[in-house]
């Protein structure tokens, strides 16, 4: 069965502070990965995902991820936060089985950024 | 871009009533899917459901839950009789075959 570790629970910033979410996985096949993003109130929006290739992949609002295959991480990385980052962010692992996916989600981290 | 509408947004019912959640799939999938996060834990997958059957279900979804596609549009999740711990976040999603999931943005459901 597939699993999804984040590490940290609760992160706060200041802004323009350099942000790094940790996400490591356990799935026995192929992987498809995601980070997932909810702003207080709102409903989960896709920030980025990996399916193969380029293992740095870009997303919106200026964050990436870094697929690490040797260590079964994805990491979520952004250079400068701002204060509109403020929110949860959830990586997750995608599995297919005859063509609906089933998508399990990490614990989440809460982010806060502190003007 | 398309969206996932759920309605309503919160819903509140009693203990022991019925209670049926609603989501409008983005119209060109064929997958569709229910998850649940209760406050402060992660999101968990319930159900999922395609050509008209359940594919897939989670422990969670006993036989008080049910889900089901009234008509081309639609696709609701039906409590049947709600208990205290059902209160969480619902949300439904919907994909195409081999893309990624589109995620509602969610009914809270709280059980008084």
């Known amino acids: 069965a597939q699993s999804v570790s984040q590490h940290n629970h609760h992160v706060i910033l200041s802004e323009a502070a350099s942000l790094e979410l940790g996400c490591n996985y356990s799935?026995?096949?192929?992987?498809?990965l995601f980070w997932y993003v909810q702003y207080p109130g709102q409903h989960l929006q896709l920030l980025l995902k990996y399916f193969s290739g380029d293992p740095l992949v870009k997303g919106i609002k200026g964050f990436e991820a870094e697929f690490i295959k040797s260590k079964f991480s994805f990491n979520l990385r952004k250079p400068s936060v701002q204060w509109s980052d403020t929110a949860e962010y959830f990586c997750a692992v995608n599995s297919y089985s005859g063509g609906y996916q089933k998508v399990t989600f990490g614990t989440g981290t809460k982010l806060q950024v502190i003007p | 871009e398309p969206e996932v509408t759920q309605t309503p947004s919160h819903q509140v019912t009693q203990m022991g009533q019925e209670v049926i959640l609603r989501c409008v799939p983005i119209?060109?999938?064929?997958?569709f899917y229910w998850y649940r996060q209760i406050l402060g834990q992660k999101v968990e997958f319930l159900v999922s459901?395609?050509?008209?059957?359940?594919?897939?279900k989670s422990e969670i979804f006993d036989d008080q839950f049910s889900v089901e596609r009234p008509d081309g549009s639609n696709f609701t999740l039906k409590i049947r009789s709600t208990k205290l711990e059902d209160s969480a976040m619902y949300f439904c999603?919907?994909?195409?075959?081999?893309?990624?999931?589109?995620f509602g943005q969610g009914t809270r459901l709280t059980v008084v």
């Open positions: 119209s060109n999938h064929l997958y």
């Open positions: 999603a919907s994909s195409e075959r081999g893309q990624y999931t589109f």
């Open positions: 799935y026995g096949g192929t992987v498809n």
């Open positions: 459901f395609y050509n008209n059957e359940i594919s897939e």
